[in-house]
């Protein structure tokens, strides 16, 4: 089992859909963005890697920073492949990130 790492998310169902997350020493952020057309989430995260300057906001409204962000798509991961701890809603385990960032 490859080590875990914690995250925070919004947007849960069935498994966090929004997530951000610090992986050796930089910030990524996963989605897995509701499709209104197919009415259904999408069945892959996209990866983006978010500004070094990037702060998670403690307070208010900490999601608010994605409607200001220009975002581009450095890798996908299917959403099965993701394994989360027991609640699903605290870690994560980062061998996914580690392929799919082919780090």
Known sequence: MSP??????VDFYDVPRTIVLRFQNRWFLLQ????????EYEKEYSIYLLPDSFE?????????FLEELE???????PVNSVQFDSTKRKKLE??????ALQL
Do not use: H
Request: overall charge neutral; glycine content about 2%.
């Open 56 to 64: 998670p906001v403690q307070s208010g409204s900490p999601w608010k």
């Open 32 to 39: 897995s963005a509701f499709n209104d057309e197919l009415d």
């Open 71 to 77: 975002l581009n798509c450095i890798a996908k991961v």
């Open 94 to 99: 980062t061998s996914v990130l580690l392929q």
């Open 4 to 9: 875990m790492t914690n995250f925070r998310y």
